[in-house]
């Protein structure tokens, strides 16, 4: 009997210290982040520290939160609990706006609002101003919904200053906004400004008014990937005056689709100045827009000007319209080709009156009506002499850099290597398994967090999962991963159980130039390979991990030129064989040269890593 209780206390004493062992930092022995820390030291060669930077991004949830979100993940009940498990697990997730009934019969200021239902706001009003000024600034994640705004009012103004101004998710929808109304105004000044994902939609948008006129001025200008969706826009409208103003200036990547916008509409008047100026690969989308509408006025000034790139089509565009009165000028002069098509356009069309004054190449016109079209120096090639410069702009500088700047001493620009990805943390295994990751299965997904059909949620959702079953690049090894697990799984499949990550320190130094103090070559320098990890927009944490051959990996100490200070210590990777990039890839237009001829080295940004082969 003496022997058994020496044995029970005996396990209690290596129990208690296990505990203290892993609970130093840890805590609980039993969470997200103790349980892998005992993963990494079974599967790698050499244990974690308790600092170790992957660790901050294990999963935060307690052990009996864990164990109970991986109880209604199995019993497909997730949903249930969503705001809990979102805000536990620190989840990327959209608020669930519940209906309002809101009335306001006096004139409002809101100032510094987050997340909220405007409905039935400002309906029959009279007269009055509304101001939304500085709403949702520098806010993570900004979702707001405006329905029946400002419907059958009369003399209403509504104006939006620095909405949503320097935010990172932004998800605004504006249902009927303005439907019936009489005279007044809406203005969007500084709408969305520099925004990293913005995404609005403006559906059924002053439908049927009469004289209500909208100004969209610097609106989502200096954004990154962005999706706007005008759609019956003005529709059966009178008189409606619409002016976009700077409208997408300097953004990368965004995409505007105008579909039935002004259709049927009584002289409308739509101007589009330095609409997408300045941009890259800007997509835009006019289907229907001012069909069957009666003297129309539309003017398209610099439109996609100095863009690079790009994408516009013109679908039906003021078919079986009545004098309809359209103006080109200065649009898609883009530096690289650009796409323009124009299908339908001004079809059976009585009246018209388009003109086309220094326009671009690359465009296509089918069943394009040829009565009342003139055309006028109508350019056969894009604005190329300084094209290389105009287009390097969308190449930030020190984005990449050759090898040889890898020296001791040297000062060179750093680009913003700063994460624009909001907050995230992997999920644990055991709830990461029971979670469906399939564009088959979006349904199931968007049912799980909230994501209503054609909703923001469920496009970033989707995108993600339709990258991760992308097939791999010749040579590629390829895994998207959502648990710190996976990703210890993914690298030592493909370099061994010796293995070591890195990522670079911290983000001083970022868009300012740096000087370079002393030098490591991981492996010694020698030309090796790496398993490269990078954020996806997603719910929870994901990885798409992939193997890069041919590389050397650096580790250099960053200085300030001026102080000589330290503070930074960046990771750079350098890949060795371009052959297979593409000759129009960022690299070749910040450095010139072309695929297989230089190598091309770039720094990890924040929150990405490279895992290579440990040095002994």
């Not at 299908?343 to 009506?369: E, H, L």
Request: charged share 20%; with cysteine; aromatic share 12%.
């Amino acid at each position: 009997m003496l022997n058994l209780w020496n044995l029970l206390f005996l396990s209690f004493v290596h129990f208690s210290s296990f505990s203290v062992t892993l609970g130093g930092v840890l805590g609980n022995p039993f969470t997200p982040k103790s349980s892998f820390i005992r993963y990494w030291n079974k599967e790698v060669h050499r244990e974690i520290p308790n600092t170790h930077f992957l660790l901050s991004k294990v999963s935060p949830l307690t052990a009996v939160d864990s164990a109970s979100f991986s109880k209604l993940a199995a019993h497909n009940n997730l949903a249930s609990r969503l705001p809990s498990f979102c805000s536990s697990a620190k989840l990327f997730c959209f608020p669930d706006l519940s209906p309002s009934l809101e009335k306001h019969s006096k004139d409002v200021n809101f100032a510094f609002y987050l997340d909220r239902n405007f409905t039935n706001y400002g309906s029959d009003r009279l007269a009055g101003l509304d101001s939304f000024k500085n709403y949702s600034e520098n806010d993570n994640v900004v979702v707001d919904s405006f329905r029946r705004y400002s419907r059958d009012s009369a003399g209403h103004k509504d104006q939006f200053s620095n909405y949503a101004s320097a935010s990172n998710v932004v998800d605004q929808s504006f249902n009927t906004y303005g439907g019936a109304a009489t005279g007044g105004s809406g203005n969007f000044n500084n709408y969305n400004h520099e925004v990293n994902v913005p995404n609005l939609r403006f559906t059924s948008y002053s439908d049927d008014s009469n004289g209500h006129g909208q100004t969209f001025t610097h609106y989502t200008e200096e954004t990154n990937a962005g999706q706007q969706s005008f759609s019956n826009y003005g529709k059966n409208g009178n008189g409606l005056p619409n002016d976009f103003t700077s409208y997408g200036k300097d953004s990368n990547v965004m995409g505007s689709d105008f579909s039935g916008y002004g259709k049927t509409a009584n002289g409308a008047k739509d101007t589009f100045t330095s609409y997408a100026f300045d941009s890259n690969n800007p997509v835009n989308g006019f289907k229907s827009y001012g069909d069957g509408g009666n003297a129309a006025v539309d003017s398209f000034s610099s439109y996609r000007d100095q863009s690079n790139v790009g994408d516009s089509s013109f679908q039906s565009y003021a078919k079986s319209s009545n004098g309809a009165k359209v103006n080109f000028d200065n649009y898609g002069q883009s530096f690289n080709e650009g796409t323009e098509k124009f299908t339908g356009y001004g079809q059976g069309a009585d009246g018209q009156s388009i003109g086309f004054k220094i326009y671009g190449r690359n465009t296509t016109f089918k069943d394009y009506t040829k009565k009342g079209v003139t055309f006028s120096r109508y350019s056969n090639e894009s604005s190329t002499a300084s094209g290389k410069v105009v287009v390097s702009k969308w190449v930030e500088p020190g984005k990449f850099f050759r090898e040889k700047m890898l020296k001791r001493g040297m000062v060179i620009p750093m680009p913003d290597i700063k994460d624009k990805m909001p907050a995230r943390s992997f999920l644990p295994r055991t709830i990461l398994s029971k979670i469906p990751f399939s564009s088959s299965e979006i349904d199931q997904l968007k049912r799980i967090f909230h994501a209503g059909d054609n909703s923001t949620l469920g496009t970033i959702m989707l995108d993600a999962l339709k990258e991760c079953e992308r097939p791999p690049s010749p040579g590629e090894t390829k895994r998207c991963v959502g648990s710190a697990e996976d990703m210890v799984d993914f690298a030592t499949s493909v370099l061994g159980r010796n293995v070591e990550v890195r990522t670079t320190q911290n983000v001083n130094g970022s868009k300012k130039n740096i000087m370079i103090g002393s030098v490591g070559k991981i492996n010694g320098g020698k030309v090796t390979k790496s398993v490269s990890c990078h954020q996806s927009l997603y719910p929870y944490l994901l990885y798409y991990c992939h193997s890069v051959p041919k590389v050397r990996v650096y580790e250099a100490d960053i200085l300030d030129p001026n102080s000589m200070e330290n503070i930074n210590h960046g990771v750079a990777i350098c890949h060795l064989d371009t052959s297979s990039w593409s000759s129009g890839h960022g690299a070749f237009l910040a450095l010139g040269s072309g695929p297989g001829r230089i190598e091309v080295c770039h720094w990890i940004f924040e929150n990405d890593m490279t895992w290579t082969i440990a040095d002994s």
